[in-house]
């Protein structure tokens, strides 16, 4: 069996940053734990595959160690080499997933995700997780991952986390987040449990730092920048229960994996 794939520098115009991400377009589902293989031997945060399903795509995401419920950077990869090599018609995509259904959009030289709005509740602040991060940290809350609160931009640039220490948290990962110097808000986003020490540019975290951070500064309206070695953009909106996250990707691999 071959399989063809294409890998996308996901929220970038240029290659070699933002968030790369493989994707696969199949004709029908492979077994998970071949999935599974096949993103442990691509070695990159996210591998998506997809197949069409009663008019809809599909959509899936593995890491190279867990099948994960929602990804943003690799779901905007899937809608490029979609819309790129297999000249999907029209402006709209919906995929439909674990975590109900999510909508890709081009607008410009942007393509914007629909995803949900998960509000953060706070919680306590634990000894635990600022051992692990290594700062000090204002507040501390949570939704499907844990959000921590540093005093400014400069304290997220300069963290350097113990990723064995985080990997023991009960949390599929950490984001840290502060107020930005030139951009609304900065973070950056750890899920060592999960086989990602660091992941470039991570769209699902902004399903909670948008409504986080439009609740603190009063809009609706926002740029972001998670600030990894790669680095990324976001332009993000918040839209009642739902968030729009925008952002460029650019194709710049495609080869062929052969399984006979």
């Not at 995929?95 to 942007?110: I, T």
């Not at 951070?213 to 918040?238: I, N, P, V």
Request: include cysteine; charged fraction near 20%.
């Amino acid at each position: 069996m071959q399989l063809d794939f294409h890998q996308v520098d996901a929220f970038s115009s240029r290659p070699f940053s933002g968030n790369p991400a493989m994707v696969y377009r199949l004709d029908a589902w492979l077994d998970a734990a071949l999935m599974q293989q096949i993103a442990a031997e691509h070695n990159l945060a996210e591998t998506a595959f997809m197949v069409r399903e009663d008019r809809h795509w599909h959509i899936r995401w593995f890491t190279p160690g867990a099948e994960v419920p929602l990804c943003g950077h690799a779901t905007l990869a899937a809608a490029q080499v979609l819309f790129e090599v297999y000249d999907e018609a029209g402006d709209q995509l919906d995929f439909h997933c674990k975590s109900g259904r999510l909508g890709v959009a081009r607008e410009g030289e942007q393509l914007v995700l629909d995803f949900p709005a998960l509000i953060p509740q706070p919680v306590a602040v634990s000894l635990e997780l600022e051992e692990a991060l290594g700062v000090s940290v204002v507040s501390v809350l949570a939704a499907d991952k844990l959000l921590a609160v540093l005093d400014s931009e400069q304290s997220v640039r300069a963290c350097q986390p113990d990723f064995a220490l985080l990997a023991r948290l009960p949390w599929q990962g950490v984001i840290i987040t502060a107020q930005g110097d030139t951009h609304d808000f900065v973070s950056r986003f750890f899920a060592p449990a999960i086989g990602i020490n660091e992941d470039p540019v991570t769209g699902s975290a902004h399903c909670s730092l948008i409504p986080y951070w439009s609740q603190r500064l009063k809009k609706t309206m926002l740029r972001a920048y998670q600030c990894s070695r790669r680095g990324g953009e976001l332009h993000c909106r918040l839209e009642g229960a739902r968030v729009k996250i925008g952002g460029q990707a650019r194709l710049v691999a495609s080869g062929r994996l052969w399984l006979d």
